[in-house]
């Protein structure tokens, strides 16, 4: 059940971090009584650089993780990096995996106790190969991965380099598949790591869904509830939410022990394959805090145990809001509203 929260009076605006590229690292003037102002991290990054920031472990460092443009072709290449900053210097950006192929919509989670201190877990959507001017929207849909690394928040190393997972009967994916928008969750004493795919780019409609795995950062080893596999021995991920049309964003919460996803299902035809061939090939579109009229035309939708409810039907600008609080929260029409657990019905 979804309950209101509170009216927001006021628009919501977005701070763009802009970035200084130094050698070496660069001084921060910045200090608790500078409220009002702006800390310039990097100067000339590209528009959609999508910089994502979390807690260090148990330090006061941060770690920010951001696109940048990379190599000889930037309008076709986007890499991920990494910087850390103690509050006075930011590190020189490092590239996380270095293939030289564009990297989109970067997640970052963190633990706050981990023994192995293997706590900072990053996923991304990544491209299998590199794309030229002649390539078709098909294919760089079907090329897109789920990209995952792991750091060490002591030795701020990558303990198991940074690698694609790869699932069940689509570990390869062949040319038709797309794997997008990735996310990881804490579910009880487990680590969830979500994404969202489309098993046929070409017909589109109807084959979307969201998928998942368990994940020890310890180890580097993955699990499902069942741990069935494929006649490969691939580990088959867990499915939750299955045969719906293009899902634009979503987001995962444990609500009474059960898995929750909140997502937006698209009412207008989108095409993942366009969707992302705009992603890639003209950045200059997707300023990631523009409102688009085709933004009105999502489904925002409820799925527990791949039952889904309907919350609110399209014609209504929706976005889903990300907490680290056990619950649901989303945003439509001037209102925040979140979906958590009841003492009264089992599911929340």
């Not at 100067?43 to 443009?69: S, Y």
Request: aromatic letters at 10%; a negative charge; charged letters at 20%.
């Amino acid at each position: 059940m979804a309950k209101k929260l509170f009216s927001v009076k006021s628009k919501i605006t977005a701070l763009a971090l802009c970035v200084l590229l130094l050698i070496g690292t660069v001084p921060i003037q910045v200090s608790a009584a500078q409220t009002s102002s702006n800390v310039t991290l990097l100067n000339g990054m590209n528009g959609d650089a999508d910089i994502k920031f979390a807690k260090l472990g148990n330090t006061d460092k941060q770690l920010a993780v951001m696109l940048m443009d990379y190599g000889d072709g930037p309008e076709y290449f986007r890499q991920l990096f990494y910087s850390i900053s103690n509050g006075i210097t930011v590190s020189l950006p490092c590239s996380i995996k270095d293939d030289n192929t564009t990297d989109l919509q970067p997640f970052v989670y963190s633990q706050s106790e981990s023994p192995s201190k293997n706590d900072i877990i990053i996923t991304w959507t990544d491209a299998d190969k590199k794309f030229d001017s002649n390539i078709t929207a098909e294919e760089i849909a079907g090329s897109m991965r789920i990209g995952i690394a792991v750091m060490n928040s002591k030795s701020h190393d990558f303990p198991f380099g940074a690698y694609n997972i790869s699932v069940g009967e689509n570990a390869n994916g062949g040319n038709n598949v797309c794997y997008y928008k990735s996310r990881v969750t804490k579910l009880g004493d487990k680590i969830l790591v979500t994404w969202a795919v489309c098993k046929n780019v070409e017909n589109n409609n109807g084959f979307f869904s969201i998928e998942g795995m368990y994940y020890n950062p310890t180890d580097n080893t993955f699990s499902t509830a069942t741990n069935e596999r494929d006649s490969n021995g691939k580990l088959l991920p867990m499915s939750f939410v299955k045969n719906r049309n293009y899902i634009s964003d979503y987001s995962v919460a444990d609500i009474n022990g059960k898995t929750a996803v909140l997502f937006q299902e698209a009412t207008d035809g989108t095409r993942i394959a366009d969707e992302m061939y705009t992603a890639v090939m003209n950045p200059e579109g997707t300023f990631p805090f523009t409102v688009k009229e085709s933004d009105k035309n999502r489904d925002l939708n409820l799925a527990v145990s791949n039952t889904v409810t309907n919350l609110v039907l399209s014609g209504k600008y929706t976005s889903l809001v990300e907490l680290s609080m056990p619950c649901l929260t989303y945003y439509c029409n001037g209102n925040l509203y979140t979906v958590s657990p009841t003492s009264t019905t089992p599911e929340g």
